[in-house]
C-alpha cells in the first residue's frame, strides 16, 4: 500500500518532509501510534522500545524523566529508534523566547542532536519556533514543531480563542509540522480539523481504549474515534508502557488507529 493512496488528501496537501516520512511510516507499520515512552529507567525503556517498535510509527520522550539518564546511554537508545524506523519526538513544551529556547535545545541533553519533532506552546509569540529552527540548524540538522492548540487535561487554559490564533500562526510556518489537540474529545477535535485545514497534522495525546477520567486530571478518548475526528497520530502512554503485554496492547493501537484511517478515507 503507497503512503499516498491511504493518506490521500493529507499526503497531496503536506507541507513538510517530515510530515510525509511520518505518514510513509506510518503506512509501512499499518499503524499511526506515537509511543510515550515515559518510563524512569534506561532499562525500562530499552525493554519498552523493544518490545513495540513494530507497531508504532513514532517515539515520543521526556528525557527529563529518566533516572539514570547519561549521554551514552541515550545515543544507544535513540539509535535503536533510528533503526526501528521511528521519528523522535521529545516532548518538552518548550515556551520561553525564541533565543532561551534556541539555548534550550542544546544544555546536558542535547534535544537538537537527536530530536525529529518537538513540541511548543506559543504563548510567548510565534519567535519560539524560530528559536528552535535555528538550534537544530545550528548542529546541522533538521527538525518539526507541534505546537500546543489544545491539551487533553481537564480544565487547561488552552481557550478556543487561544487555539485559533496558534492555529492562525502555526499554519503559516514552514517550520510547524503541525498542532496538538485533545484526543479526549472527538467534537472539539472536530473544530480543530477544520480550523487547521489539510496542511497540517494533528497528533492527539489523551487516548486509551479505556475512555474517560485518568490520573490526575488526565481525560481519554477512544483511538479510532480521535482519527476519524482528524487526528493524524495517536499519542498513546500508559495504554502500552502500563499494560501486561505491552506489545498487544501496541498492535491493538495500531489496529484502532490504522482501521480509523482506512474509513476516514474509505
Ligand atoms: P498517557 O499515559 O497516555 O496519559 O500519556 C500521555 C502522554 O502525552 C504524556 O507523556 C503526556 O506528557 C503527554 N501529553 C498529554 O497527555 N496531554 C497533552 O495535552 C500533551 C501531552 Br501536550
Not at 546541522?140 to 487533553?152: C, P, W
Request: with cysteine; aromatic share 8%.
Amino acid at each position: 500500500m503507497e503512503a499516498a493512496d491511504v493518506w490521500g488528501v493529507r499526503w497531496q496537501k503536506a507541507d513538510s518532509p517530515m510530515a510525509r516520512r511520518f505518514m510513509e511510516v506510518s503506512t509501512a507499520k499499518q499503524s499511526l501510534v506515537c509511543l510515550a515512552a515515559d518510563r524512569t529507567t534506561m532499562s525500562g525503556l530499552f525493554d519498552l522500545l523493544g518490545a513495540v517498535s513494530p507497531y508504532v510509527a513514532a517515539l515520543k520522550t521526556h528525557v527529563d524523566l529518566v533516572e539514570d539518564w547519561s549521554p551514552e546511554g541515550w545515543t544507544k537508545f535513540c539509535e535503536m529508534a533510528n533503526e526501528a524506523n521511528l521519528l523522535i519526538f521529545e516532548d518538552r513544551k518548550f515556551a520561553d523566547i525564541g533565543k532561551i529556547s534556541r539555548r534550550q535545545m542544546g544544555g546536558i541533553y542535547d534535544i537538537r542532536s537527536w530530536s525529529d519533532l518537538v513540541t511548543a506552546h506559543l504563548i510567548s509569540g510565534p519567535d519560539v519556533v524560530d528559536g528552535l529552527q535555528t538550534a537544530w540548524s545550528d548542529v546541522n540538522r533538521t527538525g518539526s514543531v507541534l505546537l500546543l492548540a489544545q491539551m487533553s487535561s481537564r480544565g487547561n487554559l488552552l481557550h478556543p480563542a487561544y487555539t485559533e490564533e496558534v492555529v492562525r500562526l502555526g499554519k503559516e510556518h514552514p517550520g510547524v509540522l503541525g498542532f496538538i489537540g485533545n484526543g479526549s474529545q472527538p467534537s472539539s477535535l472536530k473544530s480543530l480539523r477544520d480550523m487547521v485545514g489539510e496542511s497540517k497534522m494533528i497528533w492527539t495525546p489523551g487516548v486509551n481504549i479505556q475512555t474517560g477520567d485518568g490520573e490526575m486530571g488526565q481525560r481519554y478518548g477512544d483511538p479510532t474515534e480521535a482519527v476519524l475526528a482528524g487526528a493524524d497520530c495517536i499519542i498513546v502512554g500508559s495504554g502500552i508502557h502500563m499494560a501486561e503485554h505491552p506489545e498487544k496492547a501496541a498492535a491493538m493501537y495500531a489496529e484502532a488507529s490504522w482501521k480509523g484511517l482506512l474509513q476516514r478515507n474509505g
